[in-house]
């Protein structure tokens, strides 16, 4: 039958076309379209590699230079994940050295 519930099939329908949602994206199972996670070893490298850029910045925050890090090629080769770890450890060097210096790091 045809209606809103064909929607969550598999097949593309003319009246939930106009939806855009995942399931009615012809050609494409919700799996294809959904953004797949990465694997359990992928993840925890990359949460090894802030926690040990993290010791690094913690140990002396007004050292770090963003220039500083050693980005690994696993990271470097990918453009989306390299964004999200260099603005991660920015936050990170900035809340360090905000708490180490007790305050605001805009004051001269």
């Not at 855009?20 to 919700?30: D, E, F, H, R």
């Not at 990170?92 to 708490?99: D, H, L, W």
Request: charged residues 25%; contains cysteine; aromatic residues 8%.
């Amino acid at each position: 039958p045809l209606g809103l519930r064909c929607c969550f099939c598999h097949l593309d329908h003319p009246l939930c076309s106009h939806l855009k949602l995942p399931a009615c994206v012809p050609g494409k199972s919700i799996m294809q379209v959904t953004k797949a996670r990465k694997g359990k070893n992928q993840r925890n490298r990359y949460k090894k590699l802030v926690e040990d850029i993290s010791k690094q910045i913690m140990f002396d925050p007004y050292a770090f230079t963003m220039t500083s890090v050693k980005v690994p090629s696993f990271v470097e080769s990918n453009p989306e994940l390299k964004t999200k770890f260099m603005v991660r450890i920015a936050t990170i060097a900035e809340n360090a050295r905000c708490q180490a210096g007790g305050g605001d790091l805009w004051k001269n």
